[in-house]
């Protein structure tokens, strides 16, 4: 499955590229990509386990830049 969502606070290009790469390494992530410019974050994985992975990567979001939140 993938899905694009919008990324609220999202303030810093360096800090997005930390978020798509520990995010590209969540099990049962295919790909991940996180658009700075845009203010987006596109997940490409497992669909069974896919609201656990965007909780994961909430988590690892948060750990890097605490104010972003993925808006779902």
């Given at each position: 499955m993938r899905?694009?969502?919008?990324?609220?606070?999202?303030?810093?290009?360096n800090c997005a590229a930390k978020m798509q790469e520990v995010i590209s390494k969540i099990d049962g992530v295919?790909?991940?990509n996180v658009n700075f410019m845009m203010q987006k974050l596109t997940i490409d994985a497992d669909s069974?386990?896919?609201?656990?992975?965007?909780?994961?990567?909430?988590?690892?979001i948060s750990k890097i830049e605490p104010d972003c939140t993925i808006v779902r």
């Open positions: 899905k694009t969502f919008k990324l609220n606070d999202l303030d810093c290009a295919t790909s991940a069974e386990r896919f609201d656990a992975i965007v909780d994961a990567a909430q988590a690892a």
